[in-house]
């Protein structure tokens, strides 16, 4: 079946180096994907997404690149804070009849900033 | 706006109890959906409900009952908790559009921890 997933279960940078957190998805259909980002006791939070017309996306501090040949993409964070230490999932929207989407997230990577 | 609330925030079972969880949305959503989280297993959804007066079974939807109450609520039903029903249970919300964008994005509550002894 379809299936979305990290490669890194837990990931530890400096502060103030760069993270890159990857995903791979087996739906070679998939062609539009989110990003969430989960603080300890909270809830996902919606961080970017990129469609399949794109190879790159740009946010504030934040760039995802997405492979399709290899059906890939990673989540990649500048100048890592600590604010930043998290889980970080990849999650592929698809849609249903009912007009809503399935979402099928990854298992996550834990993102551990080190002082 | 508080978005997505939830309650309890913690909640301790003995097996074979039965208990609700309840969540709320302010955001005037249309769907609602319930995850279980695990360790090593990522978010699996339980239940949804697209509208309003429907809801559809999720992945995993054993042991597990919802009602749509309103567009506001959304609730979970443990008929008869069991162990291997322990985990952190996610409300959320979205607004379809017809299009995959950020206005599909899910917004999601803070969660309820369920310990089932």
């Known amino acids: 079946g379809e299936s979305v997933g990290l490669h890194l279960p837990t990931l530890s940078v400096q502060e103030g180096d760069n993270s890159i957190i990857n995903c791979a998805y087996s739906n070679s259909a998939s062609d539009y994907f989110i990003w969430y980002k989960q603080e300890s006791g909270k809830g996902p939070q919606f961080i970017i997404d990129?469609?399949?017309?794109?190879d790159k996306r740009q946010g504030q501090r934040v760039t995802v690149l997405l492979n399709k040949t290899v059906k890939h993409l990673s989540l990649q964070i500048a100048a890592t804070q600590p604010g930043d230490s998290a889980v970080y999932f990849c999650?592929?929207?698809?849609?249903?009849?009912?007009?809503?989407?399935?979402?099928?997230f990854g298992t996550g990577t834990r993102l551990k900033v080190l002082a | 706006n508080a978005g997505v609330t939830q309650t309890p925030k913690f909640q301790v079972l003995k097996t074979g109890q039965s208990m609700t969880l309840q969540c709320a949305q302010d955001?005037?959503?249309?769907?609602m959906y319930w995850y279980r989280q695990d360790p090593g297993m990522g978010l699996r959804l339980i239940y949804y409900?697209?509208?309003?007066?429907?809801?559809d079974k999720g992945e995993v939807p054993n042991g597990y009952n919802v009602s749509r109450l309103n567009k506001r609520e959304f609730s979970l039903r443990l008929e008869s908790a069991a162990p291997s029903q322990t985990s952190v249970y996610f409300c959320?919300?979205?607004?379809?559009?017809?299009?995959?964008?950020?206005?599909?994005?899910?917004?999601f509550g803070p969660g309820t921890r369920l310990t089932v002894l």
């Open positions: 959320a919300s979205s607004e379809p559009t017809g299009e995959r964008s950020p206005r599909n994005e899910q917004f």
């Open positions: 999650a592929d929207p698809t849609p249903r009849n009912s007009g809503t989407y399935k979402y099928i």
């Open positions: 990129i469609r399949s017309n794109m």
């Open positions: 409900s697209a509208s309003e007066g429907t809801t």
């Open positions: 955001m005037n959503h249309n769907s």
